[in-house]
């Protein structure tokens, strides 16, 4: 990560971070959902006996919203908020709060959702998915007709996509809403999208398990992230077959290249009680590694090369523990053994083929490629096959 971080990447390491769930039926919880719908479902009755202006409903929603920490109750706050106004009658608030941003001074080192207006915006941008058709209304920039009210909100979450500090929720959003519409909003924003609102994008996309876009997301899933690459690759991992794409030669070296940023990031743990590793969760590893040889072997590609690598020094960690009689997890153990008999056949290719590819690949690949490649020759170059080859026998 560059020293300074990309806009966005505090708030987005802060939605990675594994908190509790929200105990809903908590007394504490309940006392405070119970208060908030009572003061939302007063302003709703004012707004509607036209006794308080639509900028007074905002400052007092913004005054009444922070019930708890934003990561807890985003899952849960929304939802209740769209119940009490179904009809949509505080939608005009809701968008104007949106447009009102975040505060000039924050800064992109700190967590925005501490700050109450960038907290509330969140949760605005959040509730607009629930509301699928709203009802006709006027805004100052936009004008929900009968016949495109739906449209014109799910066209409004789209032009918030590509805003790093604001992507998370606007493709949420779109994925809450689920429509036809929705999802042309996505892909489109996915077309365009780079660093973290892409891998927003693409979780969204993900999640909503449209196979028919899985080439898609695949063939340019890890282009333009400058660094958060292993973001965008986990994802993926964890929702594609890629042992199917692997053996197709039109999307086998982007399934490789994303299995390369999974070696590559891989901690190997000895511990007999660790958390469980996301490289062997979805428990098709070695289908994975089977799969990545025969691309290496009929496809021949620089990514081959590079999957294969890192997957050398990984089985290498593995097979050395093994020997020493170091623990290995019997859950890891079950998966990486039908793979341990491949290494020299690997190493083989490696030396034969592989270092002929990565040499080509260091003078025609993209710029931004070429320090892994370069980083790559030079391990190959710092290891003797005699040494590694014997490492496995």
């Known amino acids: ?70 990561q807890q109750w985003r899952s849960v706050l929304p939802a209740m908020l769209y119940e009490i106004d179904r009809m949509g009658s505080l939608l005009p608030i809701w968008l104007r709060l949106i447009e009102r941003g975040d505060p000039p001074h924050i800064s992109r080192q700190t967590d925005p959702t501490t700050n109450i207006q960038a907290y509330t915006r969140r949760m605005a941008i959040l509730l607009l998915g629930y509301y699928k058709r709203p009802m006709s209304t006027h805004h100052s920039l936009i004008t929900f007709a009968d016949q495109t009210q739906s449209q014109e909100l799910t066209r409004f979450l789209g032009s918030l996509l590509l805003d790093p500090s604001i992507s998370q929720y606007a493709s949420r959003s779109l994925a809450i809403m689920g429509t036809c519409e929705a999802l042309e909003e996505l892909l489109h924003g996915f077309a365009q999208a780079q660093d973290w609102p892409k891998i927003d994008i693409l979780k969204c996309c993900l999640s909503l398990q449209q196979e028919a876009f899985y080439p898609l997301l695949l063939s340019s899933g890890l282009q333009r992230l400058h660094g958060l690459e292993p973001y965008a690759a986990h994802a993926l991992y964890h929702t594609l077959p890629l042992d199917t794409y692997l053996y197709q030669p039109q999307l086998s070296a982007q399934a490789a290249f994303l299995l ?36 290496a072997r009929y496809h021949r590609t620089w990514q081959d090369a590079l999957a294969l690598h890192e997957l050398g020094k990984l089985l290498g960690h593995y097979w050395q523990a093994m020997q020493y009689g170091d623990g290995v997890q019997s859950a890891i153990l079950s998966h990486i053994t039908p793979c341990l008999p491949m290494m020299p056949e690997i190493e083989q290719w490696l030396h034969e083929t592989g270092n002929d590819l990565l040499s080509n690949a260091l003078h025609t690949s993209d710029a931004t490629l070429r320090p892994l490649i370069e980083r790559t020759l030079c391990e190959r170059q710092a290891t003797s096959t005699d040494k590694t080859t014997s490492t496995y026998n």
């Not at 708030?11 to 919880?29: G, K, S």
């Not at 590893?285 to 990545?292: G, I, T």
Request: hydrophobic share 40%; proline share 10%; glycine share 2%.
């Open 1 to 70: 990560m560059e020293a300074t971080p990309l806009p966005g990447t505090v708030e987005h390491l802060l939605a990675l971070r594994p908190i509790p769930p929200l105990d809903t039926n908590a007394p504490e919880v309940k006392q405070r959902l119970s208060l908030l719908r009572n003061e939302m479902t007063h302003l709703l009755m004012l707004k509607r006996w036209r006794k308080i202006t639509e900028d007074e409903i905002a400052n007092q929603i913004v005054s009444l919203i922070q019930v708890g920490p934003f």
């Open 260 to 295: 390369y940023w999974m070696f590559s990031e891989h901690t190997p743990s000895l511990e007999p009680d660790s958390s469980p590793q996301p490289l062997f969760e979805n428990g098709r590893f070695s289908d994975n590694v089977c799969a990545l040889f025969y691309s």
